[in-house]
C-alpha cells in the first residue's frame, strides 16, 4: 500500500472510533476537543469525510492484486 492509502487509513479509523464514542456513549470527542461544529471541528469532519470517499478506491486496487 502507498503512503497515502496508510495515511487516510488511519484518519478513517480515528473517525470510526469517534463514531463508536458516539453510537454508544453519546460522545463526541471532535466537537470535545475543537468545539460544537467550530470552524476547525468541520474541517476534520471534512477530511474525515473525503478520506473516506478516497479508500472507496481501494475495493477496485485491491482485487486487482489478486
Known amino acids: 500500500m502507498k503512503w497515502s ?3 487516510t487509513l488511519t484518519i478513517v479509523i480515528i473517525g470510526a472510533i469517534n463514531w ?3 453510537g454508544i456513549f453519546r460522545f463526541d470527542l471532535v466537537a470535545f476537543l475543537f468545539g460544537n461544529l467550530s470552524w476547525l471541528s468541520r474541517i476534520i469532519y471534512t477530511i474525515v ?3 473516506g ?7 477496485g486496487r485491491v482485487s486487482h492484486e489478486k
Open 5 to 7: 492509502d496508510n495515511t
Open 20 to 22: 463508536l464514542l458516539v
Open 53 to 59: 470517499l478516497y479508500l472507496i478506491s481501494l475495493y
Open 49 to 51: 469525510g473525503l478520506c
